[in-house]
Nanobody, 126 residues
Framework: QVQLVESGGGLVQAGGSLRLSCAAAASGSTFGTAGMGWFRQAPGKEREFVAGINWSGDFAVHADSVKGRFTISRDNAKKTVYLQMDNLKAEDTAVYYC?????????????????WGQGTQVTVSS
């Protein structure tokens, strides 16, 4: 079982930066074997993949829309995954969710993830 809590969202001007954190309360070594992902959902839109990282942290994938601006990373000792967001744009405005999957790999489809956080709002003003 993995419980996820996101933090770090807020209001920022276009061109600014935010760092999201997702802390996991996981039983045993579950977090260290889980693949982690960040997703976002804007009003009226479907939830979309933003970035994912494998269990060891040595492989990551970023969506084309955020490539070069966002970076996912993880610290297994702290049971935390991060999303560094730079050069934010108005279209990045959304609720951001972190998620964990059981297979330890980077997965794009939301249905591949078994555990979800409650989400944190990111609003970028233009």
């Amino acid at each position: 079982q993995v419980q996820l809590v996101e933090s770090g969202g807020g209001l920022v001007q276009a061109g600014g930066s935010l760092r999201l954190s997702c802390a996991a309360a996981a039983s045993g070594s579950t977090f260290g074997t889980a693949g982690m992902g960040w997703f976002r959902q804007a009003p009226g839109k479907e939830r979309e993949f933003v970035a994912g990282i494998n269990w060891s942290g040595d492989f990551a994938v970023h969506a084309d829309s955020v490539k070069g601006r966002f970076t996912i990373s993880r610290d297994n000792a702290k049971k935390t995954v991060y999303l560094q967001m730079d050069n934010l744009k108005a279209e990045d405005t959304a609720v951001y969710y972190c998620a964990a999957n059981r297979n330890g790999q980077v997965m794009r489809p939301p249905e591949s993830y078994s555990y979800w956080g409650q989400g944190t709002q990111v609003t970028v003003s233009s």
